[in-house]
């Protein structure tokens, strides 16, 4: 049904807000301020006299800034199909919708998210910033950020341990010997990104190792790009590399690994690499490698558990989870400590 919630507030002479406390079961609606809203939403078919919300449809947003990171792979598959498969479970359908930065406006944006009656929305923010929030505020509809966390938002969010995850795969170089230790940055800002970065630096701070800017490099976070860009820097260098890299994830690693074979670099006889992702061609590609895993479909059925929980008013408080990766140990890390 097309009815949403700012029609029952303009019949019921509230605001948008005191009307999904009410559906939602929410405390603190006056009695008769409820029994009001609850007669006009029945009468327009918005709400059933068991008590439960007609709707249940969940709108998947997927937003897109530049297109580098959120696209078609095996990363992304897997947790839509988690949130598919929890969706399913619980017994809501799932409407996909795409936002594109700089051809969606707020008023398009705001379109599409009240383009039919939902419960709830699910925002994969993975190329968000701030700011690109704005439409997504004041929803008289829960709304649970996925892959991304703002600090000064007040959105429940679900993602990766990104910090711990970059500390643990750093730590597991030094522990293997290597002392100058690089990092395979991604040219495109990505709020995951930086908290990897981060994880990076702590890790060597930690250990007293000096953070080497040189070993930063910048690459774009496509398997073509950083095969590319890696290219690039090798020739442009006298390939004074460190002995091992971590890369910020795996298409960034794989990218790179190509670039460095093709200039006679033996991994991980010459440079060890790690990267962050685990995906599927980790397991066959040569050197087979080491990786953080993430449990991308339990993230996704995470989040839409959560949602569920705000859709039904069990619970208002605001929550972040951190999903651990858990390091995956293959072929191309060398323990130099051996040598």
Sequence with gaps: MKTIMKDIAKLAGVSPGTVSNTLNKRKGVRKETKERIIKIAEELGYYKKNGKTESRVIRFIIYKKHGYVVSDTPFFSALIEGIERACRTKGYEMLVSHIIFNEHDNAEILKIVNENQVAGILLLATEMSGEDLAPFKNLDIPVVVLDSYFLDEDFDSILINNRRGAYQAVKHLIENGHTKIGCLESSKPINNFAYRVSGFTEALRDAGISDTKQYHISLEPTLEGAYRDMKEYLQRNDCNLPTAFFAL??????????????????????????????????EISSPRLTTLRVYKQYMGETAITRLIKKISGQDDRKLTIELNTELILRDSVQNRSLK
Excluded at 250 to 257: E, K, L, N, P
Aim: hydrophobic share 45%; glycine share 6%.
């Design 249 to 282: 994830n795996d298409i960034i690693a794989f990218g790179a690994i190509t670039a460095m074979k093709e200039q006679k670099i033996k991994i991980p006889e010459q440079v060890s690499i790690i990267g962050f992702d685990d995906m599927p061609f980790c």
